[in-house]
C-alpha cells in the first residue's frame, strides 16, 4: 500500500517502518475509499508498477517451455480420481464426450487468459488483469483467494506424492511420523513431502529456465506412462462395455444418464484442466510473448484435452461404467478387469507420482509471481515484489510460499485431507467462474468485437450453464 506522508507529499511504503504503518492504519477509511475502486493501466502495469522489483525477470522461455509448463500444469492426480466419478455416477462411458465438452471451455478460456497476456506481459495473471479491469479492491480478493488455494492445494497435492510413491514401491505404510500428545488426524508429519517442497523451492529460485527443462524431463516421463495406460486400454479392454452395463439395474448404452449426465460430468472433470493459468503468470519471461504465448496456452489445452479423451475412453473399455471404482478408476479396472495386469496398477502409481511433480512444480511457480506482483501492487509488504539480481528470480516470494506450503502440511494443522480437497475444489470453481464474469465486463468496456470476445461470450454462455449443473 502507498501512504502520502503527512506534510511532504511524497509517496511511500506503509511498512517501510512502523510509524508509517501505523499512520497507514488510522487513515484506512479514507484509504480504502481513495484505493479500492482505483483502476491501473496496462501502461502502469509494465513500467511503473514492474520497476518496484528492482531487477527484470529474464525473457527465457519459448512457445514449447510453455506447452510443457501447461501440460505439466494440468495433468496431475487429478485426473486420476475424476474420471471414475464422473464416469461411474454422472456420464457412464459418454464420459468421452464431457472431457470435450471441459476442453472447449478450458480453451476458450485460455484465449481470454491469451488475450490479456499478450496485451499486458506481466507475471501477475488473473491479479492483474482485474486490477486493470475492476480495481484494486476485487484485484486484492482475487489474488488472496489464489494464494489461499495454492498453498492448501500444494499442502494436498505434496501429502499425496508421498501416498503414491509408496503405492508404487508396493509400500503399505504411509511413510509418515506420528507425533504423540497431538488429536487424531492433526498428529502427523510428512517428512517427504517437506523435502519434497524444499528442493523444488530451490529449484525455481535458482532459475526459471532450470525449472522448465526440469518440468519438460518429467512431463514426458509422465506423458509416457499415460501412453502405456491407454494402449493398455484399448488392448485389454472390449468394445461392448461402451454401450453394455455389468448390473441389469444401471441403464444401457453410451449415454445411460442422457445429455444432462454429459454436462454433469464436464462440470465434474473441468477441474482436471486447472493449471493452464499458473502458465499466464510467466508471460514476463517470455521471450516473444505475441507469438509464444497464443501457441503455449492454447495449444498444451488442445494437448491435454486429447489425452484426457483417449484416457476415458480407454478406461470406459476396460470396466463397464458401474464397475469402476470412483476413487481410483484406472488401477481399480486393472486390479479387477485384467487377470495377470495387476502389476499395472504399480505402473499407474509412478505415473501419478511423476504428474504431481510436475503440478506441484508450475503452482509453485506460479503462486510466486502472484505473490511478486501483489507485492508490486504494495498490497503486501514490498519486498515480496524482489527479483534477485543474479537469478532473475523472485526468491522473496518463493522462498517464503516455499516455507508456508511446509508449515501447512507437515502437520494437520487446521485442516483433514477431505476438507482440503472440498476446500481447494470450492475455491477454483468459484475464482473460475469470477473470471468468466470480469471478460464479460471487459467485452462491454471495449468496442471492438473480434474473435477473441467472440469466443469469450460463448465460453461463458457454456461454462456458466455447466457450472449451475453442479
Same mark, same amino acid.
Given at each position: ?41 496496462? =501502461?502502469? !502495469? ?16 519459448? #512457445? ?87 498453498? /492448501? ?8 506424492? *508421498?501416498?503414491? +510413491? ?21 498428529? !502427523? ?20 529456465? !532450470? ?7 518429467? *512431463?514426458?516421463?509422465?506423458?509416457? =506412462?499415460?501412453? =502405456? ?57 517470455? %521471450? ?30 476396460? /470396466? ?20 495377470? #495386469?495387476?502389476?499395472? @496398477? ?46 532473475? *528470480? ?14 501447512? =502440511? ?7 485431507? %477431505?476438507?482440503? %480437497? ?6 477454483? %470453481? ?16 471495449? @468496442? ?10 460463448? +465460453? ?11
Amino acid at each position: 500500500m502507498e501512504n502520502q506522508i503527512s506534510g511532504t507529499g511524497t509517496s511511500s511504503s506503509s511498512f517501510s517502518s512502523l510509524r508509517t504503518y501505523f499512520q497507514a492504519v488510522s487513515d484506512t477509511p479514507y484509504r480504502l475509499g481513495r484505493r479500492a475502486w482505483s483502476i491501473s493501466t496496462s =501502461f502502469e !502495469e509494465t513500467s511503473r508498477v514492474k520497476s518496484r522489483s528492482g531487477s527484470d525477470m529474464k525473457r527465457t522461455l519459448r #512457445w514449447y517451455d510453455l506447452v510443457g509448463l501447461g501440460i505439466g500444469g494440468m495433468v496431475g492426480a487429478g485426473v486420476f480420481v475424476t474420471s471414475g466419478t464422473a464416469s461411474h455416477s454422472y456420464a457412464g462411458p459418454a464420459v468421452v464426450l464431457s472431457y470435450a465438452i471441459a476442453g472447449l471451455c478450458a480453451l476458450l478460456s485460455a484465449f481470454c487468459y491469451t488475450e490479456f497476456a499478450v496485451d499486458m506481459p506481466v507475471a501477475g495473471g488473473a491479479f492483474s488483469y482485474i486490477r486493470v479491469t475492476f480495481g484494486e479492491f476485487l484485484a486484492f480478493l482475487t489474488g488472496a483467494n489464489l494464494i489461499i488455494d495454492y498453498v /492448501l492445494s500444494n499442502a494436498a497435492v505434496a501429502r499425496s506424492f *508421498t501416498t503414491y +510413491f509408496a503405492t508404487a514401491m508396493g509400500i503399505s505404510t504411509k511413510l509418515r511420523f506420528t507425533i504423540d500428545g497431538l488429536p487424531n488426524g492433526f498428529n !502427523e508429519i510428512d517428512f517427504l513431502a517437506v523435502a519434497l517442497v524444499l528442493i523444488l523451492t530451490l529449484v525455481i529460485c535458482y532459475s526459471t529456465r !532450470e525449472s522448465s527443462w526440469l518440468n519438460m524431463v518429467l *512431463t514426458a516421463l509422465h506423458i509416457m =506412462f499415460i501412453l =502405456f495406460i491407454i494402449v493398455m486400454g484399448f488392448w485389454k479392454g472390449k468394445w461392448k462395455n461402451l454401450t453394455e452395463a455389468s448390473d441389469p439395474e444401471f441403464a444401457d448404452g453410451f449415454f445411460p444418464y442422457g445429455a444432462s449426465g454429459v454436462f454433469n460430468g464436464a462440470a465434474m472433470v473441468y477441474l482436471s484442466y486447472i493449471g493452464y493459468d499458473a502458465v499466464s503468470t510467466m508471460a514476463e519471461e517470455v %521471450k516473444n510473448p505475441v507469438k509464444d504465448i497464443p501457441v503455449g496456452v492454447s495449444g498444451s489445452v488442445i494437448l491435454v484435452t486429447v489425452l484426457y479423451c483417449l484416457m476415458a475412453a480407454s478406461m470406459s473399455m476396460l /470396466l463397464p461404467y458401474d464397475m469402476i471404482d470412483p476413487e481410483a478408476p484406472f488401477s481399480g479396472a486393472f486390479r479387477g478387469g485384467s487377470d495377470g #495386469w495387476k502389476w499395472v @496398477s504399480n505402473v499407474i502409481g509412478v505415473g501419478a507420482s511423476f504428474g504431481i511433480l510436475t503440478s506441484l512444480l508450475v503452482a509453485m511457480l506460479g503462486q510466486a509471481r502472484y505473490m511478486c506482483v501483489i507485492g508490486r501492487s504494495r498490497v503486501v509488504p514490498e519486498w515480496f515484489a524482489k527479483v534477485h539480481a543474479r537469478t532473475s *528470480t523472485p526468491v522473496n516470494a518463493s522462498a517464503f510460499l516455499g516455507i508456508f506450503d511446509n508449515i501447512s =502440511f507437515s502437520f494437520y494443522l487446521l485442516f483433514s485431507p %477431505k476438507k482440503i %480437497k472440498n476446500t481447494t475444489s470450492v475455491q477454483k %470453481k468459484e475464482i473460475s467462474t469470477h473470471r468468466v464474469f470480469k471478460f464479460v465486463l471487459k467485452i462491454v468496456q471495449n @468496442s471492438k468485437f473480434n474473435v477473441d470476445y467472440f469466443c469469450g461470450f460463448f +465460453f461463458f454462455l457454456l461454462f456458466f450453464f455447466i457450472h449451475c449443473s453442479i
